[in-house]
């Protein structure tokens, strides 16, 4: 058990180190803030030319040129959550909306040979006036002990098979929708957006030239992950279908990486600096406000410039297929931030997807209801995993195999 006092002494302790730790990030996030802010007196050309030879992790569209500012404000504002409500109902009426989202049982010690097994689930929601037509569905696969086994790294490595085999599943599911919906403009149907529950751009750990290097907070993916992306990006440009990757809490350091290309003295203090944190920051020397300061703000589409970017996310002009926008989602935390492939902004549909976004955000109450009608579809509880191992220990009694449930986990199973 955890002995409070003991806790509290030892954080009383080292109280000073936090206080001096706390001032200076301040001053960096601060500092990289008024950067950010300062770029609205300059036009989207003149920054890729003080960029030009770098990798500056970002570059602002010409959106910047046409609103003077890296934030776009959110005109809309109601009175009450029922006029919000309204306004959601308008936005997303007879517009299809989708997402997938899954989740996987883990092989353990219960089973002699290593078993694991994947659901994903998915949500269509064409917003019809009488709610019909909606679709929620999953799909489940079992990952063999062969395919566990002899994957590099054996039983050690099977944790990241199945990793991988639940990331194409929902990569697949995605997919499929944007080539349901090919053809949407002939039809005379509103834009359709899918929603992927991640980030659309991945780097390899090849790419980055860190072969050897640990995975850091979600920027180093091995290949077959970035192939799957490369692939779904592809398609949402070729059906014309947008597809947004949503992540809630994001730690990406592209705006960051931009400020200190642009700023040398920001870039040796800005390590522990991440994008949502200077757009939710206010000025300290000039008291400015946050750049997006209401719900409903966004940042101007900014074209992703990663270092090690892989040759599948560059279009044949050399241009990043995938762009991101962040988004103010909530009236107190940091921004969601969206990773947009860069045809949807080019199409002139930013705006009308960012609309149907913020309103899937009103009715899911600050998530979009997409993604959290998927999750739920999804999620396996304990309870879940228990009747998994039920129907193994059935399955290996039928069939005569070498394949035992250990007695402990037999006895649970039958007591429930």
Known sequence: MLYRQHFLKALQTRREEFVAFERAWRDEVSAGARVLRGLGNRRAAEIDAMTRGSTPGALPSEELDRHNSMAVAFRERWRSHEGARGWAKDVLFERTTFA?????????????????????????????????????????????????????????????????????????????????????????????????????????????????????????????????????????????????????????????????????????????????????????????????????????????????????????????????????????STPARLDVPTWVYEAGLLDEVMDAVRAECVVGNGYPYALETADAAAVITSQDRERFLHAMQEFAEEGGFALRVSRKAVSKIHRR
């Open 100 to 332: 997938a989202d899954g989740s996987q049982i883990l092989p353990g010690r219960e089973i002699s040979l290593p078993v694991a097994g994947v659901q994903v689930a998915w949500f269509e929601n064409p917003h019809t006036l009488d709610g019909r037509g909606y679709r929620k569905d999953a799909r489940f696969e079992v990952v063999t002990p062969k395919e566990l086994l002899e994957a590099d790294g054996g039983a050690a490595n099977a944790g990241a098979v199945v990793n991988l085999r639940r990331f194409h599943m929902e990569a697949q599911a995605v997919g499929e929708f944007l080539e349901s919906k090919r053809g949407w403009r002939e039809r005379g149907e509103r834009v359709p957006i899918a929603f992927f529950d991640g980030m659309l751009l991945l780097i390899t750990a090849v790419a980055s030239g860190r072969i050897n290097a640990k995975p850091e907070s979600d920027t180093l993916f091995p290949t077959a992950y970035v192939n799957d992306m490369a692939r779904l990006v592809r398609l949402s440009r070729d059906t014309q279908v947008p597809v947004v990757g949503y992540i809630d809490q994001s730690y990406a350091r592209d705006l960051v990486r931009l400020v200190s290309v642009l700023d040398k003295s920001h870039s040796k203090r800005a390590s522990g600096v991440y994008d949502a944190q200077l757009l939710r920051t206010a000025t300290t020397e000039d008291a400015e406000p946050p750049l997006l300061c209401a719900w409903g703000d966004r940042t101007v589409f900014c074209y992703c410039l990663r270092e090690g970017l892989p040759e599948d996310f560059i279009d044949e002009r050399g241009v990043p297929l995938v762009g991101f926008v962040y988004l103010q989602t909530t009236a107190e």
